[in-house]
């Protein structure tokens, strides 16, 4: 049996320093058209980490979620860490995730983390977690939490979607929540973005990613017996904002449902987008559900399903 999981509590962390995209271009030596593009995609603004580290973003978050749900450390069942950059891991043989259990006390809670989706892992790390629920009966509380900090600045550029900004989130998956039910969800993977960044394929692939996102919205909303009229809004990752607009007027659907406020004030937060964009969006109408999207590089979507 499925058990009922939701999200009641989220939270994030957003470094201090605030750039925007005009002044990058020029430390980092960009071209006019560089800007100019990333600026059509949406952006203006992102947060740079300015040297703290991805596990002391990650404490801050948690430090957040804990304070707002009033939960004790003990009453966590498991930890998943998830990122996207290399770096925004412990060196090793020390793990992130135990120096997060370490510093919180999180002593009944196992951990481990969850990265092999890249920007789409956090919503990828739900049908991990769902099926944790399902194997473990006595399982009710998990603390999903994701950072990331570009190290340099001049790796931030996501060709012409989107720049990266630094940040995290820490969210409570629970059984039985009142709020935020997870009603379907669904991933996607491609081998055709095998080589990444590295790649010099963009254009080819773009019209791959526009066709892997479509399919995959219908099929969550589908799973749950919906109809993408149901949905009130699309909580979507901070990437090339007329793609996005490109792709609902595809699926008939009306672009003011679209939640697009923080493409330009914060960039893309890698993993955290979505749950980002969960904590700042006001007025979602409770029993009417609303789409969370992730798409990572390398071909890698997915899509969650829920209600308020």
């Given amino acids: 049996m499925i058990p009922d999981l939701g999200i009641p509590?989220?939270?994030?962390?957003?470094?201090?320093?605030?750039?925007?995209?005009?002044g990058w271009g020029?430390?980092?030596?960009?071209?006019?058209?560089?800007v100019q593009n990333l600026e059509r995609a949406g952006m203006r603004y992102y947060r740079n980490a300015n040297g703290q580290t991805a596990?002391?973003?990650?404490?801050?978050?948690?430090q957040r979620l804990l304070v707002a749900s009033g939960i004790a450390p003990p009453e966590v069942d498991c930890i998943v860490y998830v990122?996207?950059?290399?770096?925004?891991?412990?060196?090793?043989?020390?793990?992130?995730?135990?120096?997060?259990?370490?510093?919180?006390?999180f002593t009944n809670a196992e951990a481990f983390s969850f990265a092999?989706?890249?920007?789409?892992?956090?919503?990828g790390a739900l049908r991990v977690i769902r099926a944790m629920f399902i194997a473990r009966p006595h399982m009710k509380r998990v603390l999903l939490v994701g950072a990331d900090v570009m190290p340099l600045d001049s790796e931030r550029l996501m060709k012409a979607e989107g720049i990266l900004g630094d940040g995290a989130?820490?969210?409570?998956?629970?059984?039985?929540?009142?709020?935020?039910?997870?009603?379907?969800?669904?991933?996607?993977?491609?081998?055709?973005?095998?080589?990444?960044?590295?790649?010099?394929?963009?254009?080819?692939?773009?019209?791959?990613?526009?066709?892997?996102?479509?399919?995959l919205i219908t099929q969550t909303i589908q799973q749950a017996h919906c109809t993408l009229n149901d949905i009130q809004r699309i909580l979507p990752h901070h990437l090339d904002l007329p793609a996005w607009h490109r792709l609902l007027d595809?699926?008939?659907?009306?672009?003011?449902?679209?939640?697009?406020?923080?493409?330009?004030?914060?960039?893309?937060?890698?993993?955290?987008?979505?749950?980002?964009?969960?904590?700042?969006?006001?007025?979602?109408?409770?029993?009417?559900?609303?789409?969370?999207?992730?798409?990572?590089?390398?071909?890698?979507?997915?899509?969650?399903?829920?209600?308020?």
């Fill in 26 to 34: 020029k430390r980092t030596r960009q071209t006019i058209a560089t």
């Fill in 9 to 22: 509590h989220v939270a994030f962390h957003l470094p201090q320093r605030v750039d925007d995209v005009r």
């Fill in 83 to 105: 990122h996207t950059l290399q770096g925004s891991i412990a060196p090793p043989p020390q793990s992130l995730p135990g120096l997060l259990c370490d510093r919180f006390g």
């Fill in 169 to 215: 989130f820490a969210a409570f998956i629970e059984r039985d929540a009142a709020v935020n039910r997870l009603l379907a969800i669904a991933t996607h993977a491609s081998g055709l973005g095998w080589r990444g960044v590295l790649s010099k394929d963009e254009q080819r692939l773009a019209a791959q990613y526009f066709l892997a996102a479509r399919g």
């Fill in 250 to 308: 595809s699926l008939h659907f009306p672009r003011e449902r679209l939640f697009e406020k923080n493409f330009a004030r914060i960039g893309h937060v890698t993993v955290s987008d979505a749950f980002i964009n969960l904590a700042d969006c006001d007025g979602l109408i409770p029993g009417r559900p609303f789409l969370l999207f992730a798409r990572g590089v390398g071909g890698f979507s997915a899509a969650a399903l829920l209600v308020r």
């Fill in 116 to 123: 092999q989706q890249h920007c789409a892992s956090a919503l």
């Fill in 55 to 62: 596990i002391g973003l990650a404490a801050s978050a948690i």
